[in-house]
């Protein structure tokens, strides 16, 4: 069965304290690697798509990559308004088509 | 800007008290799906319409129905809410079905069930 296991579940930062946020999935074939931010009381909002193993991408503080098991959200001196839910999810090959199978989330704090 | 909009944005209603939520999008995209979310869990699709083709998920309750009646606009209808229905419901497009396409979400609607 897919699975998709975000850890940790919640992680307290200072400002300026980088850190990494981890997505491991179990899939058959991994179609396609979506990482989303999900503020309080609010919908996803969609930060990067990861297709192959070795795959980076960067978006001011966030970078994101990949490997064949798992997927890494580093957060570079992060700031308090990057304080949320980041979300992973996966479209695995198999489907007939592109259904997501979220994680249920690391919540990030980052204080002053 | 084009977008997801979800109304209302919060609703109350009583137990056993039918609820319709709306979403509507302006990005002209082919698939709207709708979510249930949970406090601190994964977001659960509930079905989503590929144009007009409505497709359910195996374990989506019976209480749960939804209508597409054109590109725009989708709503979900709770017939019979129960006190465990109460949740963030989260409406999302995407271009097409298949392949990579993104998905965009809305900002969702929180419902109460008193």
């Known amino acids: 069965e897919d699975q998709v296991t975000q850890s940790p579940e919640a992680l307290r930062l200072q400002e300026g304290e980088s850190s990494s946020l981890n997505c491991s999935y179990t899939v058959s074939g991994l179609r396609g690697l979506f990482w989303y931010r999900q503020d309080p009381g609010k919908g996803p909002e969609f930060l990067f798509t990861?297709?192959?193993a070795g795959e980076e991408k960067e978006k001011e503080r966030l970078k994101a990559t990949l490997t064949k098991k798992e997927s890494f959200l580093h957060i570079t001196a992060p700031k308090p308004e990057d304080s949320a839910t980041y979300l992973c999810?996966?479209?695995?090959?198999?489907?007939?088509?592109?259904?997501?199978?979220f994680g249920a989330g690391t919540q990030v704090v980052v204080t002053p | 800007d084009a977008m997801v909009i979800q109304n209302p944005r919060y609703q109350v209603t009583q137990f056993g008290k039918p609820v319709t939520l709306s979403c509507s999008q302006t990005?002209?995209?082919?698939?709207m799906y709708w979510y249930q979310q949970k406090s601190s869990q994964a977001p659960k699709l509930l079905f989503h319409y590929y144009d007009k083709d409505f497709n359910n998920e195996a374990d989506t309750p019976d209480n749960f129905q939804s209508r597409r009646p054109n590109t725009s606009f989708c709503f979900l209808d709770i017939r019979s809410p129960g006190l465990g229905d109460a949740a963030m419901y989260l409406c999302?497009?995407?271009?097409?079905?298949?392949?990579?396409?993104?998905?965009?979400f809305g900002p969702g609607t929180r419902l109460t069930v008193l």
């Open positions: 990005l002209n995209h082919n698939v």
């Open positions: 990861l297709y192959s």
């Open positions: 999302a497009t995407s271009v097409s079905r298949g392949g990579t396409d993104t998905q965009y």
């Open positions: 999810a996966v479209q695995a090959v198999p489907d007939s088509w592109g259904k997501l199978q």
